[in-house]
Structures are given as structure tokens and as C-alpha cells.
């Protein structure tokens, strides 16, 4: 297996997080550089045509792209510890907070770094789309907060690829200069996801 990273960005970091939990370490990491590029090269495009790290490849040549289907197929390969859901209450509550996260946290933090930086001022950018994206992770980040007042994790009241996914996004806002300063509640579990092993990874 090979794993196409971008060691300063979310999504791959996701994957990283994730193995780190598993303690699946052991495979080859080629770096993708993206401020030279390199997701859009040819060569890399016969890997995602999408141009997006991470990607996973397997030995049977299967490239496994999306962070969310790598994650899948890594639980697959390595249930324990379970990051995505034990029995079916829990598989459908943690799919249902990644669903939510995906879209109203990873969707508008995105939408507002696409549409206001300058790593993508080679692409049509709607600037006033920016702040109104950044607007709507601000309000989910508000429902977060109020949601961890009563938990101490995202889902199931345990450690998950929930929390994976929020601590991912929530690093990266500082980029939209998007924070969690004045969100006690989200800071307290800021500071428990952060305490575990796997955060440097
Ligand atoms: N939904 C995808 C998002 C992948 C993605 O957008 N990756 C970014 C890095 S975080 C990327 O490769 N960007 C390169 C570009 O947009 O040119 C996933 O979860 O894997």
C-alpha cells in the first residue's frame, strides 16, 4: 500500500490521524507537492483525476481516493480500535456526524479558503461568496459547541473519526482566520483530542 499524502493539508492529515489511531504505520508515503502543482501532473492525474490527496493505492492497483473511502477501507483492513461505529446504532450515529460535518463544516471552510486565497487566484474566485461560507461554518460551530456542553466527544460519547474529521477542519479555518477562542466548550475538546498520541501524525 502507498499512501499520496500533502503533509501541510486537511484531507490527508484525516488519513494520517487515522492510521495513527490504528497504529498502521508502516507504509510507504510519497509526498504530493502542491504548491508546485503536482496533483494537477500527469502523472498524478493517472493516480485521481481529480488531482486531490490523499489517495491510497493498493497493491492490486486499486487508487482508493476521498479520505471518507480510504478511512472505510482501513477499518475494513483493521477494525480495532473502531473509529467508525461497533454495532448499528453506532455505525448510523457516526455516519451521521460525518455526514453533517462534511457538509456543514468541510464544505463552507472550504468553499470560503477556494474563494478567498491565493493559492487558487489562477481560478475564478466569487469573493463575496467567502464570507458568507465562512458565516455558515461559524453558525455549525456554535451547534458544535453547544452540542459538546452536554459531550465530551463529537458522536457516541467516545473518541471517533468524528473527531478526526472536526480537528482536521477546525486547524485548518486558521487559514480563513476561523478559530474556536471564545467556544469554551470546543476548546475543552480541543484540548482532549489534542492530548492524544495520534495528533502529531
Ligand atoms: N473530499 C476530498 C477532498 C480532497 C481535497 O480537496 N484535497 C486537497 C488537499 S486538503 C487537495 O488535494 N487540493 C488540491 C487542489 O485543490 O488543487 C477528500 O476528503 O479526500
New binding site residues.
Partial sequence: MKLYD?AR????R?VRLFMAEKGLQNLEVVQ?D?SK?E??SDWFKGINPL????VLSLDNDIHI????A?CRYLEELQPEPNLLGGDSDEKAMITMWLARVEQYL?LPI?ESFRHSHAF?KEQTQITAWAPYAKQQAEKFMLFLDNHLSQHDYMSCDRFSAVDINVLCVIEFARVIDLRIDKLVNFLAWHERVKARPSYLA
Avoid: C, D, N, Y
Wanted: charge should be positive; hydrophobic fraction near 40%; proline fraction near 13%.
Fill in positions: 500533502a493539508a486537511p484531507s490527508p484525516r504530493v502542491l502543482k496533483q494537477h488531482g486531490t490527496v490523499p481516493a476521498e479520505s471518507s480510504i468541510w472550504h487558487f
